[in-house]
């Protein structure tokens, strides 16, 4: 049986420090579904940066596929699946973008070829060769050889405030786990309820 809490914060903090433990590779890799502008969902994988009170951030750049149908219709579904565990946590609510403070010091922390990607990178956009993507990498490398590489103004955070946390853990003859908390908006308390396999 899955453990009730009255804050699903603290179950989903349990949850994924056990995952980072035993998870062989990215614990903290979610599937981000998002909707086009004719209604078509769309999904793929991100890294969760952060996550609190306020939210679950992670950070793309927000010219691509994503960051603009965020921009438009800012709402999304988030998805952990933890195989090592037999354990998967869904998300869903509204997304804000993240302070230039908070990008800021997520972009300073990364990695220098990484900071590199985000400037050469036309994220979603059609890629004519391998080598012109090379070739835009070794361009901003020469602009930026000595001192710190600045975050690009289209690099960004976004932060989804679940309105919506559903825990699922695998059971024998596919009789799962389901606990569901759900809020109305982020200044409403939880309600909580266990779901049928």
């Known amino acids: 049986m899955i453990r009730q809490t009255t804050d699903p914060l603290e179950l989903f903090g349990t949850w ?32 969760l940066k952060d996550y609190d009170a306020d939210g679950f951030v ?23 699946h933890w195989k090592s565990l037999r ?13 230039a403070e908070e990008a800021d010091a997520y972009f300073a922390s990364r990695a220098r070829g990484s900071q590199i990607g985000a400037w050469a990178s036309e994220q979603s956009r059609p890629l004519e060769s391998r080598f ?4 835009r990498v070794a361009e901003v490398t020469a602009r930026h050889v000595v001192g710190k590489v600045p975050r690009p103004p ?4 976004f932060r989804l405030q679940p309105t919506l946390i559903e825990f699922w853990q695998d059971g024998a003859f596919r ?20 779901l049928y396999p």
């Not at 354990?87 to 302070?99: A, H, I, K, M, N």
């Not at 289209?154 to 955070?157: I, L, Q, T, Y």
């Not at 799962?176 to 939880?190: I, Q």
């Open 16 to 47: 994924y420090a056990e995952a980072e433990k035993s998870e062989p590779n990215d614990p903290s890799a979610m599937a981000l579904a998002t909707v086009g502008p004719d209604g078509t969902p769309s999904v793929r994988m991100v890294l």
């Open 58 to 80: 992670f950070y793309t750049n927000y010219e691509s596929r994503k960051g603009t149908q965020l921009l438009a219709h800012a709402k999304a579904g988030l998805l952990f």
């Open 87 to 99: 354990r998967q946590v869904r998300l869903e609510g509204p997304v804000s973008q993240t302070t």
């Open 132 to 135: 012109a993507l090379e070739k």
């Open 154 to 157: 289209h690099w960004s955070g």
């Open 175 to 194: 009789l799962h786990d389901r606990l569901e908390y759900r809020r109305g908006s982020a200044a409403e308390p939880w309600t909580t309820r266990a």
